[in-house]
C-alpha cells in the first residue's frame, strides 16, 4: 500500500470510517469523469425536473394563443402559413427523450462517446420520457396539432427512434412520416434548417423545442461570440415560440469551445474548457 493510502486509511479511521477505503478500491474509476456532474444532475437532481416541467408549461401556457392567432408562427419571417394547419416541431434527444443512462455508461467505462455505442444504446429503446415532455405534446395533438421530431440520428435508426416514442405514450399516429432523421433525404444534413422549412412548407409552426441552439437557427461555424449575439436577436421569441431544455452534458457549444481551442483529444478538450472559463484574477 503506498504511504498516501495509509495515510487515507488512518486519517479516515479515526472517523470510523475505514471500511471506505477498502470499497474504493473496487470503484470503477477514481478520476472524475468531465460530464460526471452533469449526468448526476440531469439524473438526480430535482433542479432538472423541476427546469424540464418548467419548459413545457411556459409552452402549454402560450398553446390557446398560439392555435387562436393565425399570424403566429415559430419560424422567422415565415410567411403565407395562416391557413396552414397547426404543427409543433420538436428535437428527440435530451428534448423528448432521455438518454443520461448512455451517459452513465460512458461515465462507469471511462470513455466518451462514440457511434458504435450510441447505436446500441438507441436500438435499445429504453430512453424514457423527459419530465413534462408528453402532457405538453399529448395537449398539443388533442387539439389538432401534429408534432414533428426532426433529429440528428442518423437514417439508419429511424426505426428504433418511432419504437422508442411510441412506447412512451408520444402522439406518433400511422400515417405520414414525423420523425424526420439527418440523411433520411439528400438534403437532410446535420443542419436542421432543411427539415424545419420542409415542415413549414405544409404547416403553420407554433413551437421550436430543444435543447441546442441549432435546434432553432443555424450556427455552422459560428464562434461563441456570435452564438451569443444570436440569442440575442431572437429574445422575444424565447419562452414564448421557442423552449430550450436544459442538457449541461453535451452539444455545439461544447464543440465551438473545442474548435476554438484547436482540441482533437479527450486531455486537450478538457483544458480547453478550463481555459475558457471566465474567472477574477
Request: glycine share 4%.
Amino acid at each position: 500500500m503506498s504511504p498516501l493510502a495509509w495515510l487515507m486509511l488512518l486519517l479516515l479511521s479515526a472517523c470510523g470510517s475505514a471500511k471506505e477505503v477498502v470499497d474504493m478500491r473496487d470503484a470503477p474509476s477514481a478520476r472524475p469523469h468531465e460530464t460526471l456532474n452533469a449526468a448526476v444532475w440531469m439524473q438526480l437532481s430535482a433542479e432538472y425536473e423541476a427546469s424540464a416541467i418548467q419548459a413545457y408549461n411556459t409552452a402549454l401556457d402560450h398553446l390557446s394563443s398560439a392555435l387562436a392567432d393565425s399570424s403566429w408562427s415559430a419560424i422567422p419571417n415565415a410567411t403565407a402559413h395562416e391557413r396552414k394547419p397547426p404543427a409543433i416541431i420538436v428535437d428527440v434527444d435530451e428534448t423528448v427523450l432521455d438518454n443520461s443512462p448512455f451517459e452513465a455508461r460512458m461515465i462507469r467505462g471511462d470513455t466518451v462517446y462514440n457511434r458504435p455505442a450510441w447505436n446500441a444504446w438507441v436500438e435499445e429503446r429504453k430512453a424514457e420520457a423527459v419530465p413534462g415532455a408528453l402532457r405538453f405534446l399529448n395537449a398539443a395533438a388533442e387539439l389538432g396539432v401534429t408534432v414533428f421530431y426532426v433529429t440528428n440520428r442518423s437514417s439508419d435508426l429511424d426505426a428504433a427512434t418511432t419504437d422508442n416514442l411510441r412506447s412512451e405514450g408520444f402522439p406518433l399516429p400511422e400515417g405520414p412520416d414525423q420523425v424526420l432523421t439527418r440523411g433520411e433525404r439528400d438534403e437532410w444534413t446535420g443542419d436542421k434548417a432543411t427539415r424545419r422549412d420542409h415542415v413549414a412548407t405544409d404547416y403553420r409552426v407554433l413551437f421550436l423545442a430543444g435543447d441546442d441552439l441549432n435546434d432553432f437557427v443555424s450556427t455552422e461555424d459560428l464562434s461563441t461570440e456570435e452564438r451569443s449575439d444570436l440569442v440575442v436577436r431572437y429574445e422575444d421569441f424565447w419562452g414564448e415560440r421557442w423552449i430550450m431544455l436544459p442538457n449541461p452534458t453535451y452539444g455545439s457549444w461544447e464543440r465551438t469551445i473545442n474548435r476554438e481551442a484547436e482540441a482533437r483529444y479527450r486531455s486537450d478538450r478538457i483544458r480547453a474548457k478550463i481555459g475558457a472559463l471566465r474567472a477574477e484574477d
